[in-house]
């Protein structure tokens, strides 16, 4: 009993300490990656290649699930308006709903499974190939060469790819709330206008979309880097990619909400 | 120009966390020379490579190379050491999203102000030292093994080093492939007037390419002499070696002094 029991603690002191230099690990290598993101701006044609795989690859998932989400959402607005007669307001809702939250997370989840995934993938084979050791003893840095331009092509996707589901989501709610229920297509749009604010809506979407993009793309660049050089090793990184960062988009939201949208504003 | 070693390592051990692989060893490797290091799998024969490509460092000793001491270079000397290298990997490592022409043209745009259509011609007159001209367009993917291994060793002399290190260069190649790499080695090493150093386990393909041969077994240089002094001697430790017997005259664990002597070998010459 009592042997099980430190048997137990033992495990869980090492899990612990495990995490905890993990995560330090984690940020040093950010700090690295920051340092050495020369290369990445320099021959931008590198980062560019980087957009089109994270950000132009995505568009389709992207797309169409804003287009869902949004036909969804002014359904269930509507649904719920009506019983106060305010039907009109089914613009507010919707573009409240995905500029300040929908758009930012959703486009995040969906980011980091079509885009992270295939990140930490990516650069995990390249290291179980060798091929980083390969670059590395060429005298270039993988880090510089291979890790920072995925970094900074995901972190300038992410933002662009909130911003294009929100706005197809907006004209899902359009699709559903004015072609096909019928709700008067002035105050839909007038009403849109006058509630959604650039500083305290759109501005605080785009700035948790970034947040997200940075926290996705380095979960998923440090994953590929720092994964066990095996089969078995990438394909348990690209499933933590996943779930980290899924997690760290929620938990992120909740704590930027709380920072944007309570206390005044 | 004055030391006409490239490469000498000296009383290097080196452990992988706390689990020793190397033990002491000493290896010159003269200037011009074609040298094989050769052991059992797992001796340590890979981690050797690596850390006279100062990709590891030794725990205990030092590794001079090409007149640095790597344990003493930060990452712009190291970046700078390796530079004048080329090293084949054991799986060829081709980057696996570029053309073979621009795997062997990525040091070059890496490191040098070249323009395209110099690269180019420089590209082609690699490839065309490895017989691989034609195949320039096509992707890692789509190569056999011994052609990737050819598109590895022109990438590999892309920049002209002066060290070339080869791991296992010949291992899952047939009969002719095998001869080509063979003869492509050597010949690469004396038009360029490099130094090279196999890593391997095959013997009989080794000993007629190289000039000096080390034996390595259990992390310890046990035996070593030219080719011919090698191949002359009838040693029990190659005969074993070449036909692969399990229970030879002479167990690997054998002594390691004891060993030498047998051989008639100078020790650490
Ligand atoms: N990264 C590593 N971490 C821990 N141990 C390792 C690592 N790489 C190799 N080893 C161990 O070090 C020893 C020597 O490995 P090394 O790769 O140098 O052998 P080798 O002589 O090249 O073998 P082979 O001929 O099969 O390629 C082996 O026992 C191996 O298990
Ligand atoms: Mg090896």
């Known amino acids: 009993m009592l042997v099980a029991l430190r048997a137990a603690l033992i495990r869980l002191g090492a899990a612990v300490t495990v995490g905890v230099w993990r995560l330090g690990y984690g940020a040093r290598f950010f700090v690295y990656l920051i340092v050495h993101s020369g290369t990445a701006f320099r021959r931008f044609r590198l980062t560019m290649r980087e957009i089109y795989f994270a950000g132009v690859l995505s568009l389709i998932i992207i797309l169409v699930s804003g287009l869902f989400v949004g036909m969804v959402l002014a359904l269930q607005g509507y649904e719920t308006l009506q019983r106060y007669g305010s039907s009109e307001a089914l613009g507010v809702l919707v573009a409240l709903s995905l500029v300040r939250e929908l758009g930012p997370v959703v486009a995040g989840l969906l980011f980091a499974s079509r885009a992270g995934s295939a990140i930490t993938a990516e650069i995990g084979l390249m290291k179980a190939t060798e091929q980083l050791s390969a670059m590395e003893m060429m005298a270039v840095d993988p880090v510089a060469r291979v890790v920072a331009p995925r970094f900074w092509g995901g972190v300038i996707s992410m933002p662009v790819l909130a911003a294009l589901f929100s706005a197809m989501g907006i004209f899902g709610g359009y699709l559903v709330g004015v072609v096909l229920i019928g709700v008067d297509e002035g105050a839909f749009w007038s009403q849109m206008q006058a509630a959604v604010d650039v500083r305290n809506d759109i501005l605080n979407g785009v700035i948790k979309s970034v947040v997200f993009g940075v926290a996705v793309t380095l979960i998923a660049v440090f994953e590929g880097y720092d994964a066990p050089p095996t089969a078995e090793g990438v394909s348990g990184a690209t499933t933590r990619t996943v779930v980290t960062s899924s997690l760290a988009i929620l938990a992120l939201d909740f704590v930027l909400t709380a920072l944007m949208f309570t206390g005044g504003a | ?269």
Do not use: W
């Open chain 2, 1 to 269: 120009m004055a030391d006409p070693h490239i490469a000498v390592i000296e009383d290097l051990s080196f452990a992988y966390d706390r689990r020793p692989v190397l033990h002491g060893i000493g290896l010159k490797i003269p200037r011009g020379k074609v040298v094989a290091v050769m052991g059992q799998s797992g001796c340590g024969k890979t981690t050797l490579l690596r850390i006279i490509a100062a990709a590891l460092m030794p725990t205990r000793g030092r590794a001079r190379v090409l007149g640095r001491d790597t344990g003493t270079l930060d990452r712009d000397g190291l970046y700078a050491l390796r530079r004048r290298m080329g090293m084949l990997f054991q799986f060829g490592a081709l980057f696996t999203d570029m053309s073979v022409f621009d795997n062997v043209a990525f040091q070059m745009r890496e490191h040098t102000n070249l323009p395209e259509d110099a690269i180019r011609d420089l590209v082609l007159l690699k490839l065309e030292a490895v017989g691989l001209r034609g195949a320039a367009q096509r992707m890692p993917g789509e190569l056999s093994g011994g052609m990737a291994r050819r598109v590895a060793l022109a990438r590999a002399i892309a920049l002209d080093p002066q060290l070339i290190l080869y791991d296992e260069p010949f291992t899952g190649l047939d009969p002719i492939a095998l001869g080509v790499i063979a003869r492509l080695v050597r010949q690469l090493n004396d038009s360029l007037g490099a130094t090279s150093i196999i890593v391997t386990h095959d013997v009989a393909e080794t000993l007629p390419l190289v000039d000096y041969v080390y034996f390595m077994a259990e992390g310890r240089v046990i035996a070593e002499g030219t080719a011919d002094q090698v191949r002359r001697s009838g040693v029990a430790f190659v005969e074993q070696f070449v036909s692969g017997a399990i229970d030879g005259p002479v167990p690997f664990h054998y002594p390691a002094a004891g060993y030498e002597a047998d051989l008639g070998f100078a020790a650490g010459a």
